[in-house]
T-cell receptor, first 115, second 114 residues
Framework: DVKVTQSSRYLVKRTGEKVFLECVQD?????MFWYRQDPGLGLRLIYF?????MKEKGDIPEGYSVSREKKERFSLILESASTNQTSMYLC?????WGAGRNTIYFGEGSWLTVV | AQKITQTQPGMFVQEKEAVTLDCTYD???????LFWYKQPSSGEMIFLIY??????QNATEGRYSLNFQKARKSANLVISASQLGDSAMYFC???????????FGTGTSLTVIP
């Protein structure tokens, strides 16, 4: 089974802190994603990566950066956390289209509260 | 532009009844996939069912079936014999063959009533 693991399930951080959310997948997937989920807004894509050191902005990249130094690991960084970044963050991974199963697989989510 | 629309923010169904959750999509990709995910209150996203745009038959997985109408660009999820454990958020999603992105709807909250 594909496993996507997010390092922290629940975090509480202070305004202005630098926050790292780590994600690891064990199925050699090329693509990795970070989404933010808020009530009534569904899942919004922050960044995605289709290869090591490659990244593309999603719909809401402002205030976030990402790092992908190894194929299995994709990190989301909040350079200076703000209260409006309080949310649930979901990491996901997938194969390239047509390379096999086209499904996206999710981690358990990280609930971040910024106070 | 790629877009997924779920017009039902909330739905209620009696236990053991069937329920249909609506999903329409828009894409210019010649080949694409449609997905449904379940998200219980614990937060994890559980993959339910997949339909490829060139699949001849509607997908089924146990009590879940996908009513795929390509000309109408709809991909409704049908849950038969609802159970209390089906109470959750349900997301429709799409992926096209020309990019790596997945597109999600805003979700439908399903409540199963005993």
């Amino acid at each position: 089974d594909v496993k996507v693991t997010q390092s922290s399930r629940y975090l509480v951080k202070r305004t202005g802190e630098k926050v790292f959310l780590e994600c690891v997948q064990d199925m050699d997937h090329e693509n990795m994603f970070w989404y933010r989920q808020d009530p009534g807004l569904g899942l919004r894509l922050i960044y995605f990566s289709y290869d090591v050191k490659m990244k593309e902005k999603g719909d809401i990249p402002e205030g976030y950066s990402v790092s992908r130094e190894k194929k299995e690991r994709f990190s989301l960084i909040l350079e200076s956390a703000s209260t409006n970044q309080t949310s649930m963050y979901l990491c996901a991974s997938s194969l390239t289209w047509g390379a096999g199963r086209n499904t996206i697989y999710f981690g358990e989510g990280s609930w971040l509260t910024v106070v | 532009a790629q877009k997924i629309t779920q017009t039902q923010p909330g739905m209620f169904v009696q236990e053991k009844e069937a329920v249909t959750l609506d999903c329409t999509y828009d894409t210019s990709d010649p080949s694409y996939g449609l997905f449904w995910y379940k998200q219980p209150s614990s937060g994890e996203m559980i993959f339910l069912i997949y339909q490829g745009s060139y699949d001849q038959q509607n997908a089924t997985e146990g009590r879940y079936s996908l009513n795929f109408q390509k000309a109408r660009k709809s991909a409704n999820l049908v849950i038969s014999a609802s159970q209390l454990g089906d109470s959750a958020m349900y997301f429709c999603a799409m992926r096209g063959n020309t990019g790596n992105q997945f597109y999600f709807g805003t979700g439908t909250s399903l409540t199963v009533i005993p």
